[in-house]
């Protein structure tokens, strides 16, 4: 059946840049032969919607009306991968913002969840440019469709893992209500408590799933003795 806006999909993908360099993929081999692993990374494919902006323009839109098991490739300008560099996303700041008042150019920070590269410093100002790397450039993606996901479990599953990094949470379907154990170490993450309005939103609108219920469970430690 062709895929249609609002399909939930896993998809294996390879992000090369025009001469060939790897930037993203999510095949292990591949990622390690081109010296872009990462122990953070998931890998074995990744569940997206198609058409909600789970990856670039470019490729969302090559996915509508393909199969489950299609393998194709496409190259994909600027404005419809990772934009056209930005003005406004490159500023001036005093490096009395970094640690011990030094910046350095190539320097990597983060600020209010951006992420920037130092690219000037004169003086006792830096520029720094929160511009993506790959702003102003074209992509070549080669992508295979792996399958349709069917279930509400592994459709939440997927996205969940897409969100958090974490694959696998315990998920209960009882009617339309949805019971997602979420791990502790995540109830605090930044990133997290953005991104589980918009899960729950995702998921609403394209099963029939009536209710999200994330759920927290701290157990009491039971320390054991020691026989003498």
Partial sequence: MALKKGDFIKLNYTGRMEDGKVFDTTDEEVAKAENVHTTQGLYGGDVVIVGYGHTIVGLDNELV?????????????????????????????????FKDGRAQIGMVIEQDGR??????VIGRRATIDFNSVLAGKTV??????????????????GLFALYTG?????????????GIEIPTGITFNQRWL????????????????????????VKKEVKEEKAE
């Fill in 65 to 97: 009306g393909k199969d489950a098991g299609y393998e194709g490739q496409v190259t994909v300008a600027p404005e419809n991968a990772f934009g056209m560099p930005r003005e406004d996303l490159i500023q001036s700041v005093s490096t009395s913002k």
């Fill in 194 to 217: 953005f991104m589980k309005g918009k899960l729950a939103d995702e998921v609403l609108k394209n099963t029939d799933l009536k209710e999200i219920r994330y759920i927290e469970t």
């Fill in 115 to 120: 992420q920037g590269v130092v690219t000037k």
């Fill in 140 to 157: 070549v993606y080669d992508f295979k469709i792996e399958a349709v996901l069917e279930t509400s479990e592994d459709k939440i599953k």
């Fill in 166 to 178: 974490i694959k696998d949470p315990e998920v209960t379907i009882d009617g339309g209500v949805a």
